[in-house]
């Protein structure tokens, strides 16, 4: 068919392993979408999640161009072998492949007569393209639930350390703000205190003021009561002296007042 269509620097088993990286592809694709209960076409529709539509291209590069032809078949229930016979303008035999490939209700799967693959496996990502595959050797298909499966657990380890980490920063910011709480509280406690400090020596700084004022006015009172006795015992002295008292009588009866002490 190759060689009729003039196609001469492809080999059919290269195309083979081709076709059946191609498909593998796709299942996996089906098999993530399936897994979060989405359809097949769920790229075509008009609202798309990034993160799902990002890991179903990540799975099959050519997603939205296989859809439309690998969606009419049933190809996870069909062997490797089959797919490369696969022919899209003939449905019904495909029906035919699929009825003769189910096993009988009852058989057993395991039978010893299956056969088994003798070639070196490779998965997906290792077959890059199909000139590099030996015409001899078998690809196997790696099972995409575990993939996802790890996919998932490590974007849950992610969300569960940015959990953490934000947990350990709000944290952080509440002891920060509980000290900083507590150092404006003990400031005010000394402001307070201070306050309370500078509030009693200024009371008793008012005191002792005020009780030498009137100390020292109690002292002016009683030195001008005696300069006024001193006056008036002076003028008494002179009124007698000029009526020509002697002195001795007048000491004995207007004696001099003492000197004032300081």
Not at 174 to 200: N, P, S
């Amino acid at each position: 068919m190759l060689a009729a269509n003039g196609i001469s620097h492809r080999t059919p088993p290269a195309v083979n392993s081709k076709i059946r990286i191609l498909v593998q592809q796709y299942l996996a694709a089906s098999v993530l979408l399936k897994n979060q209960k989405l359809p097949t076409d769920y790229l075509e529709q008009q609202i798309v999640d990034e993160e799902v539509k990002t890991q179903v291209l990540q799975l099959c590069p050519l997603h939205r161009e296989l859809e439309p032809i690998f969606s009419r078949f049933d190809l996870s229930r069909m062997a490797p072998k089959v797919w490369t016979r696969c022919n899209d303008s003939e449905d019904s035999d495909f029906d035919e492949i699929i009825h003769v490939r189910e096993p009988p209700p009852g058989a057993d799967c395991s039978s010893s007569t299956r056969r088994r693959n003798t070639g070196p496996v490779r998965s997906i990502h290792e077959a890059t393209s199909a000139d590099e595959l030996d015409p001899g050797e078998t690809t196997v298909m790696v099972p995409v639930s575990t993939s996802a499966h790890d996919f998932h657990q490590e974007m849950g380890e992610q969300r569960l350390k940015s959990a953490l980490l934000i947990t350990r920063c709000h944290l952080q910011m509440q002891r920060e703000k509980h000290e900083c709480e507590m150092d404006i509280e003990r400031c005010r406690l000394q402001t307070e205190r201070h306050h309370g400090e500078v509030e009693r020596k200024r009371d008793e700084m008012r005191f002792k003021m005020e009780r030498k004022r009137d100390e020292m006015r109690f002292t002016m009172e009683r030195r001008k009561l005696k300069m006024h006795l001193v006056v008036d015992t002076l003028e008494s002295r002179k009124v007698l002296k000029d009526r020509r008292i002697s002195n001795a009588d007048i000491d004995a009866v207007l004696p001099l007042p003492e000197p004032m002490s300081e």
